[in-house]
């Protein structure tokens, strides 16, 4: 079974700064893939990120880039120029590769963070 | 942009009743999925769908839920008799082919049980 860790219930940054989310997970599988999901108050949960556990290459989405550390089960978000609208709980997920037979998302309990102006 | 809807957002009942939380999942997505929330824990997986069947299902997916495509456009699932343990944020996804494609959510359900 997997278990996907988000040590950090709450962080804060001021708006244009840049802040770093963490996500650990352990596995035992070697082919699966990891996702950062973004909820904003009263929204559904949205992709922000996702990364493929075989590709060496850090996955980037504009202002959001992830480093991932395959050895250490290692999965932070980082996020640049925070902008107001960046105010949401993220959530860090774990896939296994679908020729598995699993389907499921394991998410993390969620980081709650807040852009102050 | 599609997106996946739930109706509805809010549904208090008692303990021991049924009830039926319904999702409409984007036209051309293949894969359903139920995920619940209980306040302060993890998302947790329920159960995911596929050729009108259950392709996987956790251990908190017991005989008290089911799950449905009555139609061909809803994708339900049913409470036979709640618990006060089942309340919860309920979230259906769905997704557009094989599991390794992005999964999008709904807003959720509240189920509250009194």
């Known amino acids: 079974a997997q278990t996907v860790t988000q040590s950090q219930p709450e962080m804060s940054v001021q708006e244009a700064e840049t802040v770093t989310l963490s996500c650990t997970y352990d596995?035992?599988?070697?082919?699966?893939?990891l996702f950062w999901y973004k909820q904003p108050p009263s929204r559904q949960m949205i992709l922000v990120i996702r990364q493929e556990a075989y590709k060496q290459q850090n996955a980037t989405e504009n202002r959001f880039s992830v480093n991932f550390q395959k050895a250490a089960k290692s999965f932070s978000l980082k996020i640049s120029d925070s902008q107001l609208g960046d105010t949401a709980m993220y959530f860090c997920?774990?896939?296994?590769?679908?020729?598995?037979?699993?389907?499921?998302?394991?998410f993390g309990k969620g980081t709650k963070l807040s852009v102050i102006p | 942009e599609p997106e996946v809807t739930q109706t509805p957002s809010h549904q208090v009942t008692q303990m021991g009743q049924e009830v039926i939380l319904r999702c409409v999942p984007i036209?051309?997505?293949?894969?359903f999925y139920w995920y619940r929330q209980i306040l302060g824990q993890k998302v947790e997986f329920l159960v995911s769908?596929?050729?009108?069947?259950?392709?996987?299902k956790s251990e908190i997916f017991d005989d008290q839920f089911s799950v449905e495509r009555p139609d061909g456009s809803n994708f339900t699932l049913k409470i036979r008799s709640t618990k006060l343990e089942d309340s919860a944020m309920y979230f259906c996804a769905s997704s557009p082919r094989r599991g390794d494609s992005e999964q999008y959510f709904g807003p959720g359900t509240r189920l509250t049980v009194t």
């Open positions: 769908f596929y050729n009108n069947e259950i392709s996987e």
């Open positions: 036209s051309n997505h293949l894969y």
């Open positions: 997920a774990f896939k296994a590769y679908s020729g598995a037979g699993s389907y499921q998302l394991t």
């Open positions: 596995t035992s599988e070697n082919n699966y893939y």
